[in-house]
């Protein structure tokens, strides 16, 4: 079993895992663990190692020295962005580009992970893939929190590399991966009125590449 990412430390015991992606308050040291520090609007502390940007909408000095952290330390990054319209709306009318291309301008989207992406389109994808960058899904999560479906047929057409997650224990408590991709092929083929929308070759790369 492997989990791409988790922000609930009880996961990690769930089953077995050959990588896990845990973003947290405190570090996790385990074998096979990743740690990522949380950095949203509650943050004051010290950047150290990897870091997981909640949104590219965080004060300037706060985005200044993720980016300076990011490059001058060469740490992994998994950045929360395009996760609710809401979102996406506020960084257009503010920065008139979407949180995807803020990230790129920012110059964080090189080889990062990015989390959410419920709602991107075929220019996020296509910066997604020209920055090397890789795309998780927490399917349960998404769609747990209201935030909506992600578009992971586009994802795959577009030929993105996309990992699953389980997201957070209140909506997948065993840490199941092949239960997150039942419930995306199912909500996927809901949203766009099609049978299997998502292919058993594409289902299989995404559990292939987590």
């Known amino acids: 079993m492997f989990n791409a990412l988790t922000f609930d430390e009880k996961l990690i015991g769930a089953g077995k895992f050959s990588r896990l992606f845990f973003a947290g308050r405190k570090p996790i040291y385990a074998d096979g ?3 990522f520090q949380i950095v949203d ?17 965080l004060d300037d000095r706060t985005i ?10 060469k740490v992994k990054v998994i950045i929360s962005a395009c996760r609710t319209l809401a979102e996406v709306g506020t960084c257009d009318k503010r920065y008139g580009v979407t949180p995807i ?15 959410g992406c419920v709602y991107v389109d075929k220019d996020d994808i296509d910066l997604i893939n020209q920055s090397k960058a890789k795309i998780i899904l927490t399917p349960s999560t998404s769609m747990g929190l209201g935030e909506g ?8 057409t577009l030929g993105a590399t996309v990992h699953l997650g389980t997201g957070l224990e209140n909506y997948n408590p065993d840490g199941d991966l092949k239960f997150e ?9 809901g ?4 049978k299997d929308a998502i292919s058993e070759t594409d289902a ?5 590449y987590s």
């Open 33 to 35: 663990v990743d740690y």
């Open 41 to 57: 609007e509650d943050f004051n502390g010290k950047l150290q190692g990897n870091v997981y940007l909640a949104s590219v909408l």
């Open 64 to 73: 200044d020295n993720v980016i300076d952290h990011a490059l001058s330390n």
């Open 101 to 115: 291309g803020l990230a790129h301008k920012f110059g964080l989207l090189d080889n990062a992970y990015v989390s």
């Open 149 to 156: 479906i992600p578009p992971a047929r586009m994802m795959m």
């Open 181 to 189: 991709i039942r419930l995306l092929k199912l909500a996927v083929s």
């Open 191 to 194: 949203a766009l009125c099609s």
């Open 204 to 208: 299989k790369k995404m559990l292939k």
